[in-house]
């Protein structure tokens, strides 16, 4: 697990290396279910699996999809900062 500050963040945006070793991995209940958060998959603030290390807070990572593309991101004091 990588612990990021707001120095790691460049045009809203911090890159990770792996989701894998740079996230936390922390699923909710539902999730573990094999359920869905929307009944079609897309959606403007859905919950991931994972958490991320920011200024020593675990904040969760949501992701906006639609169609085949979807990006992710973390809010921060009203701030969106994007996951790469």
Same mark, same amino acid.
């Given at each position: 697990?990588?612990?990021?500050?707001?120095?790691?963040?460049?045009?809203?945006?911090?890159?990770?290396?792996?989701?894998?070793?740079?996230?936390?991995?922390?699923?909710?209940?539902?999730?573990?279910?094999?359920?869905?958060?929307?009944? @079609? =998959?897309?959606?403007?603030?859905?919950?991931? %699996?994972? *958490? $991320?290390?920011?200024?020593?807070?675990?904040?969760?990572?949501?992701?906006?999809?639609?169609?085949? @593309? =979807?990006?992710?991101?973390?809010?921060?004091? %009203?701030? *969106? $900062?994007?996951?790469?």
């Amino acid at each position: 697990m990588t612990k990021y500050s707001t120095q790691d963040v460049n045009r809203n945006t911090i890159n990770t290396n792996s989701y894998h070793q740079d996230l936390i991995y922390a699923p909710l209940e539902w999730q573990k279910r094999g359920r869905q958060q929307t009944a @079609s =998959g897309y959606g403007s603030k859905l919950n991931t %699996g994972y *958490k $991320i290390d920011f200024n020593n807070k675990q904040y969760r990572v949501y992701c906006t999809c639609y169609s085949n @593309s =979807g990006s992710c991101w973390f809010q921060v004091k %009203g701030q *969106k $900062i994007f996951v790469h």
